[in-house]
T-cell receptor
């Protein structure tokens, strides 16, 4: 397994355009998370899926944002009518139902998709 | 409402010395705490975790200490190496509730030669 894969790595778009990011998690991981990171901040939770079910959405996720995980494998995050404030790194992570010896929910992150809205 | 706080934006430490990164939290519902390390242009990578019922966990050069009464944890790196230069994020995991991971803002560690 090559880890969590995110595409595209970089996206530059004009304000008002729609963008879509894709995440391919580690195959045996049933949970998939989306986070957003801006400069000087830590990753901020956006939403997460267990298999194909979207279990929680942050209030940060306005109605312009939508995420899907149709077959419980890859996920897409779409931003409609982008605004300059949407410029950020969008991080995807996945985790296994098997917690291992630590017991913590250890997320494995992808390299992220950087969005720049002009 | 910042539930996980890392009050030092940056820290510089001489190579070979001990690096101590601090983290405070306000949410008593965290069951686990995790430290992640992030290099530029990469996603965060997991470093070490600790259960809220323990006060210490060690893995090689990395040790995490938890002071539950003070709601404070720290990550010790001994000895510090050049490859340790990165941004370190402290995070809390509310496993018994929604299992989310909530991150602090991070501390940038510079290891000086």
């Amino acid at each position: 397994d090559t880890g969590v894969s995110q595409n595209p790595r970089h996206k530059i778009t004009k304000r008002g355009q729609n963008v879509t990011f894709r995440c391919d998690p580690i195959s045996e991981h049933n949970r998939l998370y989306w986070y957003r990171q801006t400069l000087g901040q830590g990753p901020e939770f956006l939403t997460y899926f267990q298999n194909e079910a979207q279990l929680e959405k942050s209030r940060l996720l306005s109605d312009r944002f939508s995420a899907e995980r149709p077959k419980g494998s890859f996920s897409t995050l779409e931003i409609q009518r982008t605004e300059q404030g949407d410029s950020a790194m969008y991080l995807c992570a996945s985790s296994s139902p098997d917690r291992g010896p630590s017991g913590a929910n250890v997320l494995t992150f992808g390299a992220g998709s950087r969005l720049t809205v002009l | 409402d910042q539930q996980v706080k890392q009050n030092s934006p940056s820290l510089s430490v001489q190579e070979g010395r001990i690096s101590i990164l601090n983290c405070d939290y306000t949410n008593s519902m965290f069951d686990y705490f995790l430290w992640y390390k992030k290099y530029p242009a990469e996603g965060p990578t997991f470093l070490i975790s600790i259960s809220s019922i323990k006060d210490k966990n060690e893995d090689g050069r990395f040790t995490v200490f938890l002071n539950k009464s003070a709601k404070h944890l720290s990550l010790h790196i001994v000895p510090s190496q050049p490859g340790d230069s990165a941004v370190y994020f402290c995070a809390g995991n509310r496993r018994s509730r929604d299992d989310k991971i909530i991150f602090g803002k991070g501390t940038r560690l510079h290891i000086l030669p």
